[in-house]
């Protein structure tokens, strides 16, 4: 009588997730060995975030930075399953979804990643727009396509948080608006992109002030309404008229992991061991945004794609390997450095010595991100794509001219 087969259930289908499941699929298993491999995402896409800002300026095009679930797994042995996991019983192995859908499994991955916080300040979360998934994309979107039509002088923006998201959509949304945007970051800290490399930070600071973009150091938002922000500032209230506020302070772990009878650390993120398995659960595995892991020399992961991207590497060996019976890899994080985007055809980059800036830094980060995308037959489907643009759009324009002759 064959075995049951073993189920891996995967939830979150991000950096960290997805490209475990794809690392699961490539493994060379014995048949008999075979699990059945479950991934399991709210959404029906992938998102590719660190390209999200282009879809504002039009440089990309959706369907390029968030290729549907089934045409990334088509040609792999893993099961989409679409879903809000809303419940997650550790004792039975039980997964459960908002539509009561069940699914039981033998070991668990945990990748749902993070969210932004808006639940920290009056007004926030009902007029702050955040800027992390497609969805806020299309919103703030359709909210630029309201203001560019109005007959106003100025488009005021107000960008809350000044870190690499704050500062990169700030450089888009400057490109794109021009002369009639008029944009400012506010940054509780005393510099923006404290973390980054200081080349990044140096380009980073160029980029805005060549973007007329203001900065408000050390400054904190006491509320937020539908037409004002208002700032403190060493104890002074200041109201600012504002037509759009966005949102990027950060990452903040979802109450579904808080919630879990699992070892958190002060953030709430669930703690692993070197190998990514959850202290005292060795069936489970925690990667990226929601997971607090020291790699084998002792480092400590930051929450960046370039980090849930290097260890879906190891969960999926790790996982072969626990269930073939062979030793684990403790992760090594290799922190390759740090890229940008800073307005259209512009961006910065520091890694492995080298220091980039401008249109080649821009060129690169495109090909390094193109390099990067999940399955081979996407990256060969957008690079064609990347390389037919500039006939694409001299045949747009040609329609154009000729529709404007009619
Ligand atoms: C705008 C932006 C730009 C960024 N740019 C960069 C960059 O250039 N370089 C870099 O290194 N990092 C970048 N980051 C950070 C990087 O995106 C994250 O660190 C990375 O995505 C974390 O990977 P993850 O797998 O933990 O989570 P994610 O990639 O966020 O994936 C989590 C997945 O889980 C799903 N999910 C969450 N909750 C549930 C639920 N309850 N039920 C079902 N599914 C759920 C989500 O839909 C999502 O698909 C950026 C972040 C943002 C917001
Ligand atoms: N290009 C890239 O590599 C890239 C791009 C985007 C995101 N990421 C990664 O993704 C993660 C999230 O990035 P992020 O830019 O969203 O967050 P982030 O890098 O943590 O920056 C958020 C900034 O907002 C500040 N802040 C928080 N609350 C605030 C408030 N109420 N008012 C004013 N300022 C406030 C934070 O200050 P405090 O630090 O004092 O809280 C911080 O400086 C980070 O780990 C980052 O490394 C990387
Ligand atoms: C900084 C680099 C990689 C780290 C990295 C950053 C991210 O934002 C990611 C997001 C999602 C997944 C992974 C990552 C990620 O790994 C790139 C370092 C590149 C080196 C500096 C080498 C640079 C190449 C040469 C200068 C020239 C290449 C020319 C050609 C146009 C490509």
């Given at each position: 009588m064959?075995?049951?087969q073993t189920?891996i259930?995967?939830?979150?289908?991000?950096f960290?997730?997805?490209?475990?499941?794809?690392?699961?699929s490539?493994?060379?298993?014995?048949?008999s060995?075979q699990p059945e491999i479950?991934?399991?995402?709210?959404n029906?896409h992938?998102l590719?975030?660190?390209?999200?800002?282009?879809l504002?300026?039009?440089?990309l095009?959706?369907?390029?930075?968030?290729?549907?679930f089934?045409d990334l797994l088509k040609d792999?042995n893993?099961?989409?399953?679409?879903?809000?996991?809303s419940?997650?019983d550790?004792?039975?192995?039980q997964v459960?979804?908002?539509?009561d859908?069940?699914?039981?499994?033998d070991?668990l991955?945990l990748?749902?990643?993070?969210?932004?916080?808006?639940?920290?300040?009056p007004g926030?979360?009902?007029?702050?727009?955040p800027?992390r998934s497609i969805a806020?994309?299309?919103r703030l979107e359709?909210q630029?396509?309201?203001?560019?039509?109005l007959?106003?002088?100025?488009i005021?923006?107000?960008?809350?948080?000044?870190?690499?998201?704050?500062?990169?959509?700030?450089?888009?949304?400057a490109?794109?608006?021009?002369?009639?945007?008029?944009?400012?970051?506010?940054?509780q800290?005393?510099?923006?992109?404290?973390?980054?490399?200081?080349?990044?930070?140096e380009?980073?600071?160029?980029a805005?002030?060549?973007?007329?973009?203001?900065i408000?150091l050390e400054?904190?938002v006491?509320?937020?309404e539908?037409?004002?922000?208002s700032?403190e500032?060493?104890?002074?209230?200041?109201e600012?008229?504002?037509?759009?506020?966005?949102w990027t302070?950060?990452t903040?772990?979802?109450?579904?992991v808080?919630?879990?009878?699992l070892k958190h650390?002060?953030r709430?993120?669930?703690?692993?061991?070197?190998?990514l398995?959850?202290?005292?659960?060795?069936?489970i595995?925690a990667?990226g945004?929601?997971?607090?892991?020291?790699?084998?020399d002792?480092?400590k992961?930051?929450?960046?794609a370039?980090?849930?991207f290097?260890?879906a590497d190891?969960?999926?060996?790790n996982?072969?390997?626990?269930?073939?019976r062979?030793?684990?890899l403790?992760?090594r994080?290799?922190n390759?450095g740090?890229?940008m985007?800073?307005?259209?055809?512009?961006?910065t980059?520091t890694g492995?010595?080298?220091?980039?800036?401008?249109?080649?830094?821009h060129?690169?980060?495109r090909?390094?991100?193109?390099?990067?995308?999940?399955?081979f037959?996407h990256?060969i489907?957008?690079?064609f794509n990347?390389?037919?643009?500039?006939l694409q759009d001299?045949?747009?324009s040609?329609?154009?001219?000729?529709?404007?002759r009619e």
């Open positions: 064959t075995e049951p189920r259930c995967i939830l979150g289908g991000g960290g997730g997805l490209y475990t499941a794809l690392r699961l490539q493994l060379p298993w014995q048949k060995e479950v991934l399991v995402d709210q029906d992938f590719f975030l660190p390209l999200l800002y282009e504002l300026t039009n440089e095009q959706s369907w390029e930075i968030a290729p549907a089934a792999t893993v099961q989409f399953c679409q879903g809000i996991v419940e997650i550790i004792e039975n192995k459960k979804l908002q539509d859908l069940q699914i039981s499994y070991y991955v990748a749902m990643g993070g969210e932004t916080a808006l639940d920290k300040v926030a979360k009902d007029y702050a727009i800027f806020d994309a299309y359709e630029l396509r309201r203001l560019e039509t007959d106003q002088d100025k005021r923006i107000a960008i809350v948080g000044g870190g690499y998201s704050g500062v990169e959509l700030a450089c888009k949304l490109d794109r608006l021009g002369t009639k945007g008029r944009i400012r970051i506010i940054e800290a005393e510099e923006i992109l404290k973390t980054s490399p200081e080349f990044n930070q380009s980073a600071r160029n805005l002030l060549n973007r007329q973009v203001w408000d400054t904190t006491a509320a937020v539908v037409n004002k922000i700032l500032y060493r104890g002074e209230i200041d600012i008229p504002v037509d759009l506020v966005l302070v950060g903040q772990v979802s109450p579904l808080r919630s879990l009878p650390n002060q709430g993120q669930i703690v692993t061991t070197s190998t398995q959850v202290i005292d659960h060795p069936e595995f990667l945004d929601l997971a607090e892991s020291q790699d084998a002792g480092q992961i930051p929450t960046t370039q980090a849930a290097q260890q190891y969960t999926g060996w996982l072969w390997a626990l269930l073939t062979r030793p684990l403790p992760f994080y290799i390759l740090e890229m985007t800073l307005g259209t055809n512009n961006a980059l492995l010595g080298i220091k980039l800036e401008g249109q080649f830094a060129l690169t980060r090909l390094i991100y193109l390099y990067r995308f999940p399955t037959d990256q489907r957008v690079a990347w390389m037919t643009k500039p001299f045949l747009i040609i329609d154009q001219k000729m529709a404007d």
